[in-house]
């Protein structure tokens, strides 16, 4: 579409390059740097303040802390992005976060503390965002605190697929509760008849240490550990050793979101898994899945109704 223009964030200039290659758009990058003081700096490389004037703006900027720089940078230039592209008029600002840092700050577990996500939401709403997408989101229920079109979009079909070509006599495990739904989803689109076992996680909510339960005979099989976010991969890495000393032929650890901070990729592959699979949610070395075409149908669709 002519009057759809695509910019791409410093954090997500792969999979914005993508999506602007599936709706046929121009795309803009942007200028980032930080100052000494630490003030950091965006601008988007246009060459006249009205080339936004009317025109249908999707900004992509994943939130995730990696190498690029830390969450928190990443969503000071976010907020610069729409605030620059609302300022220049744009008829609609679509804002896609491909991950959204802080999602797991949702809920209150102990006195004074803060519900951080609702207010990054507000915060992204205020600065001129017309509509959110974000994918996987850790709780969906968090995006109906917005007053503005927000889209949680689902990768567990594209995910699937690329792990059905690797797999044979395959079984899920969900690593803790929360997961489960996530789990059942993912293995409806290995195979109706793919089992699904959780196993039970515990955290200390003062220390973070983990403690996980789980017993089942594995022997022959594919184990497939699907989670949503791989951070620090503690959770993921005691998983892979439970289903590692239950005879499992074959271990792959599946993540929407990869951002295997820190150790993350060495505790994995020392717990036991085979192989690391995540999407272009985060840059990093393991996105061997593509969102941009969930991304771009659900834009389209959005786009045929208006």
């Known amino acids: 579409m002519k009057d759809q223009i695509v910019i791409a964030g410093p954090s997500s200039q792969k999979l914005a390059t993508k999506i602007a290659e599936l709706l046929q758009a121009r795309i803009i990058p942007t200028e980032n740097k930080v100052f000494p003081d630490g003030e950091c700096y965006l601008r988007i490389d246009v060459n006249e303040d009205n080339e936004f004037e009317g025109k249908d703006v999707i900004m992509v900027q994943t939130t995730g802390a990696n190498s690029t720089g830390d969450q928190n940078l990443h969503i000071t230039e976010l907020i610069m992005m729409i605030g620059a592209v609302k300022r220049m008029k744009a008829s609609k ?103 699904v076992v959780q196993f039970e996680k515990h955290r200390d909510v003062k220390t973070g240490k983990i403690t996980m339960e789980g017993d089942l005979p594995m022997s022959g099989k594919d184990v497939i550990i699907a989670d949503d976010i791989i951070a620090t991969g503690g959770t993921m890495a005691k998983a892979i050793e439970i289903a590692k000393k239950s005879g499992a032929k074959a271990i792959y650890a599946v993540g929407t979101h990869p951002l295997l901070i820190k150790n993350a990729v060495f505790k994995l592959l020392t717990a036991g898994t085979n192989e690391i699979i995540g999407t272009d949610s985060i840059d990093s070395a393991f996105m061997q899945v593509s969102l941009a075409e969930i991304i771009v149908k659900a834009i389209q669709s959005n786009s045929s109704i208006e």
């Open 93 to 195: 600002i679509r804002v896609i976060v491909p991950y959204l840092a802080y999602s797991r700050q949702d809920k209150v577990f102990r006195p004074g503390e803060c519900i951080f996500i609702e207010e990054l939401l507000r915060w992204i709403e205020k600065a001129g965002a017309t509509e959110f997408y974000t994918i996987d989101i850790h709780a969906e229920e968090v995006l109906k605190k917005m007053s503005i079109p927000a889209y949680n979009l689902d990768p567990m079909e594209v995910l699937a697929n690329n792990v059905a070509k690797k797999v044979n006599n395959a079984i899920v495990i969900c690593p803790d509760k929360g997961a489960y739904e996530r789990s059942r989803a993912f293995a409806k689109y290995l195979g109706k008849d793919i089992q």
